[in-house]
């Protein structure tokens, strides 16, 4: 079955450094491909996401690019505030099937 | 505001007690899901609902109920046959159903269960 693998957290870094936060999946044909965060005690809200291969998505400063070649929607963003702190899920959805989450990633960015 | 509504944001009850978490939305969307959320283990989907009086199974649905009576509301009960049912429970909609290839899924706040 479909799948996503994220990597384990936490992802601690300094105010400014860079982020990447790895996200490969495991489905047959083209699924569509997506970045949600969660900031505490709140609800998931949509990042970015990708429709197609060699796809960009991106909002406030995060990207990802859909590698069909890698299976792969690799987060980044070039310099991380302390209101960047959250919860990054990676999520695909192919066909008819509704989401497939990844297991989270938690970023914490200190001053 | 459109959004989506989840009450209370925190539930306590005692074990073998049957308890129903709202979920309402006012964003027109004919799909509805409930997911269940753990540490470490991401987001699994319970139920959804594509349309009024339909709903599927998701990936763990035993334990758990739902209806779907009206468009807005899709009440999830969490009954005493649930093993474990203390978690973070978060209700989402999206405007058309999961056929659509780039539909998107807008998050209610949670409500956060814990059974003792």
């Known amino acids: 079955g479909d799948s996503v693998t994220q990597m384990e957290g936490p992802v601690t870094l300094s105010e400014e450094a860079f982020l990447t936060i790895n996200c490969t999946y495991t489905?047959?044909?083209?699924?569509?491909l997506f970045w949600y965060v969660q900031y505490p005690g709140e609800g998931l809200q949509l990042l970015l996401k990708?429709?197609?291969?060699?796809d960009k998505g991106s909002n406030k400063g995060f990207e990802a690019t859909y590698r069909k070649e890698t299976t792969s929607f690799h987060l980044e963003k070039g310099s991380v505030q302390v209101s960047d702190s959250a919860v990054y899920f990676c999520?695909?959805?192919?066909?008819?099937?509704?989401?497939?989450f990844g297991k989270g990633t938690m970023l914490l960015v200190s001053p | 505001d459109g959004g989506i509504t989840q009450s209370p944001k925190y539930l306590f009850r005692k074990e073998g007690q049957n308890v129903t978490l709202s979920c309402e939305q006012n964003?027109?969307?004919?799909?509805m899901y409930w997911y269940r959320q753990d540490p470490g283990q991401g987001l699994r989907l319970i139920y959804y609902?594509?349309?009024?009086?339909?709903?599927q199974k998701g990936d763990i649905a035993e334990g758990y109920s739902v209806s779907r009576e009206k468009k807005e509301s899709f009440p999830l009960t969490v009954t005493s046959a649930q093993k474990n049912p203390t978690a973070f429970y978060l209700c989402?909609?999206?405007?058309?159903?999961?056929?659509?290839?780039?539909?998107?899924?807008?998050f209610g706040p949670g409500t956060r269960l814990t059974v003792t």
């Open positions: 989402a909609s999206s405007i058309g159903p999961p056929s659509g290839l780039t539909y998107e899924q807008y």
């Open positions: 489905a047959t044909g083209y699924p569509s």
């Open positions: 999520a695909l959805k192919r066909g008819y099937s509704t989401l497939t």
């Open positions: 990708a429709t197609k291969a060699d």
């Open positions: 609902s594509q349309i009024v009086n339909d709903f």
């Open positions: 964003l027109n969307h004919d799909a």
